[in-house]
T-cell receptor
Framework: DQQVKQNSPSLSVQEGRISILNCDYT??????FLWYKKYPAEGPTFLIS?????DKNEDGRFTVFLNKSAKHLSLHIVPSQPGDSAVYFCAASGAGANNLFFGTGTRLTVIP | NAGVTQTPKFRILKIGQSMTLQCTQD?????MYWYRQDPGMGLKLIYY???????DKGEVPNGYNVSRSTTEDFPLRLELAAPSQTSVYFC????????????FGNGTRLTVT
């Protein structure tokens, strides 16, 4: 059973516009959420995170929003750049080293 | 710093063969992990370690074994390879807490035929 879901396998956005990537989770015990970015033939790299005590975290062009009541988080990238083209994975964690679950990823293509 | 280094990058195995995927990190991280990623799927945890000498099973451990004799190294052993083990394998490390962001290696693409 997939505890973290990314329902959009792909997304295309024009350069300079906003990219919005969505993620849903089922387990209300998750208290920490992360986004990773993955280029082809490389491992995922950490992008941004948010604790369940917050509803927003911002880092430069990247902002993550958390809606705990809806069990939903989103990643906003503004403005989108061609170098942002990658697969983005959402992850959610509870207590313990074996309690991190990944979504299936969304492939973002930023069109120049 | 090299970060997390995985070898080999690619490997083709015949059914029933064995192999060890190597993983080493130079960041002195206490937590280390092995994940597999199948096409169209998220990463699934195979095994993890909270420190040298301590390992435990993750979500999909069957067909695999690990050891952690040093802080730096966390090899993954496949015994009796099966086609279902065809996947991309990622090693990762983190510090200081279990939910600290993971540092991933570049993966090993394994095909079992």
């Amino acid at each position: 059973d997939q505890q973290v879901k990314q329902n959009s396998p792909s997304l295309s956005v024009q350069e300079g516009r906003i990219s919005i990537l969505n993620c849903d989770y089922t387990n209300s015990m998750f208290d920490y959420f992360l986004w990773y970015k993955k280029y082809p033939a490389e491992g995922p790299t950490f992008l941004i995170s948010i604790s369940s005590i917050k509803d927003k975290n911002e880092d430069g062009r990247f902002t993550v929003f958390l809606n705990k009541s809806a069990k939903h988080l989103s990643l906003h990238i503004v403005p989108s750049q061609p170098g942002d083209s990658a697969v983005y994975f959402c992850a959610a964690s509870g207590a313990g080293a074996n309690n991190l679950f990944f979504g299936t990823g969304t492939r973002l293509t930023v069109i120049p | 710093n090299a970060g997390v280094t995985q070898t080999p990058k690619f490997r083709i195995l015949k059914i029933g063969q064995s192999m060890t995927l190597q993983c080493t990190q130079d960041m002195n991280h206490n937590y280390m992990y092995w994940y597999r990623q199948d096409p169209g799927m998220g990463l699934k945890l195979i095994y993890y370690s909270v420190g040298a000498g301590i390992t435990d099973k993750g979500e999909v451990p069957n067909g695999y074994n690990v050891s952690r004799s040093t802080t730096e190294d966390f090899p993954l052993r496949l015994e009796l390879a099966a086609p279902s083990q065809t996947s991309v394998y990622f090693c990762a490390s983190s510090w200081p807490a279990p939910n600290s962001p993971l540092h991933f290696g570049n993966g090993t693409r394994l095909t079992v035929t």
